[in-house]
T-cell receptor, first 111, second 113 residues
Framework: KQEVTQIPAALSVPEGENLVLNCSFTDSAIYNLQWFRQDPGKGLTSLLLIQSSQREQTSGRLNASLDKSSGRSTLYIAASQPGDSATYLC??????????FGTGTRLKVLA | EPEVTQTPSHQVTQMGQEVILRCVPISNHLYFYWYRQILGQKVEFLVSFYNNEISEKSEIFDDQFSVERPDGSNFTLKIRSTKLEDSAMYFCASYRSGSYEQYFGPGTRLTVT
């Protein structure tokens, strides 16, 4: 059974820092891995999607990498800003195409 | 840009009542999903739907739940007799064949009192 874990559960950093969020999954047979942002009480905003054949994706200050063989993905946020404060979720898709989500990393960027 | 929409944004109901949550997937998408997120917990898969039938459901999706595509645009989740523990945010998602990327709606917050 696929399980997705995110470390750390919470993170507080000063503005301007570069930071790395981690996601690990137990079964390497995935189709996609996707990173989302969720603001409190709100919906899911898609950040980056990495297909299983890809190693990384970039969008602005965000870079996500995927290492299928080790069951890991990282989300790198450069020059963090207070507006980046949110919960970041990773999710993987498996053979039945449903998403399996991690528990998230709650990020707070201090001004 | 096309998007998945959900109504209502917030629904309050009393325990034991039936509720129907509505979703309008992106028009050329054929695969539809419901997920839920209990406050403070992870997003969990409930059910997937393709070609007018359920393709997969989780252990959460018991006989109290049902899904339907009543017309060419709507996709609904019905909870027959709500319980306190059904209070959660419910997300609808859809995708078209070939991409595997699901597009999520903004969610419906269900509060059962």
């Amino acid at each position: 059974k696929q399980e997705v874990t995110q470390i750390p559960a919470a993170l507080s950093v000063p503005e301007g820092e570069n930071l790395v969020l981690n996601c690990s999954f137990t079964d390497s047979a995935i189709y996609n891995l996707q990173w989302f942002r969720q603001d409190p009480g709100k919906g899911l905003t898609s950040l980056l999607l990495i297909q299983s054949s890809q190693r990384e994706q970039t969008s602005g200050r965000l870079n996500a990498s995927l290492d299928k063989s080790s069951g890991r993905s990282t989300l790198y946020i450069a020059a963090s800003q207070p507006g980046d404060s949110a919960t970041y979720l990773c999710a993987v898709t498996t053979g039945t195409y449903k998403y399996i989500f991690g528990t998230g990393t709650r990020l707070k960027v201090l001004a | 840009e096309p998007e998945v929409t959900q109504t209502p944004s917030h629904q309050v109901t009393q325990m034991g009542q039936e509720v129907i949550l509505r979703c309008v997937p992106i028009s050329n998408h054929l695969y539809f999903y419901w997920y839920r997120q209990i406050l403070g917990q992870k997003v969990e898969f409930l059910v997937s739907f393709y070609n007018n039938e359920i393709s997969e459901k989780s252990e959460i999706f018991d006989d109290q739940f049902s899904v339907e595509r009543p017309d060419g645009s709507n996709f609904t989740l019905k909870i027959r007799s709500t319980k306190l523990e059904d209070s959660a945010m419910y997300f609808c998602a859809s995708y078209r064949s070939g991409s595997y990327e699901q597009y999520f709606g903004p969610g419906t917050r269900l509060t059962v009192t």
